[in-house]
């Protein structure tokens, strides 16, 4: 398993144990791997939510994911999901809640030729440092 997945995966663990659902306050659970767009629904309410953990303090610009599946939920005339940061260095944590990421801060790239995913469309979340967010767990 790649060490970003293990990163990931554990972020998502931290964000269930940690954060109560931002909605009503009950119980968050984990979606299926590689459920599209989300990472986790609460357990009582419809709430639902992507995850992205980052190894380092907040910062303004993020990994997203794969811009296909994205776009087409844009396109479609749906909203950007929520977005749940877990950021994590060294002496210290903050979990932050983004309820509304505009599509304009979202930047579509794609991966070199070379790369493992060869020409794989993603997307990072920009503008993070200028986007309205609640801090929902801070260690």
């Known amino acids: 398993m790649g060490e970003n997945k293990q990163s990931g995966d554990l972020g998502e663990q931290e964000v269930i144990s940690l954060v109560p659902c931002p909605n009503c306050g009950k119980k968050l659970m984990l979606l299926p791997p590689s459920y599209p767009l989300f990472d986790t629904q609460c357990t ?3 709430f639902r939510a992507q995850v992205k953990t980052n190894n380092c303090k907040p910062k303004a610009v993020i990994f997203g994911a794969g811009w296909d599946i994205m776009n087409k939920v ?5 909203i950007t999901p929520p977005l749940i940061t877990n950021f994590k260095w060294k002496g ?28 794989y469309k993603m ?3 920009t503008g993070l440092d200028k986007l309205p967010y609640f801090v929902v767990y801070k260690k």
């Open 123 to 125: 997307f990072n979340y």
């Open 74 to 78: 844009l396109k479609s005339g749906f």
């Open 92 to 119: 210290g944590q903050e979990i932050r809640f983004y309820p509304f990421v505009p599509k304009g801060n979202l930047k579509m790239h794609q991966l070199s030729p070379k790369a493992r995913r060869a020409n």
């Open 44 to 46: 009582g309410c419809s």
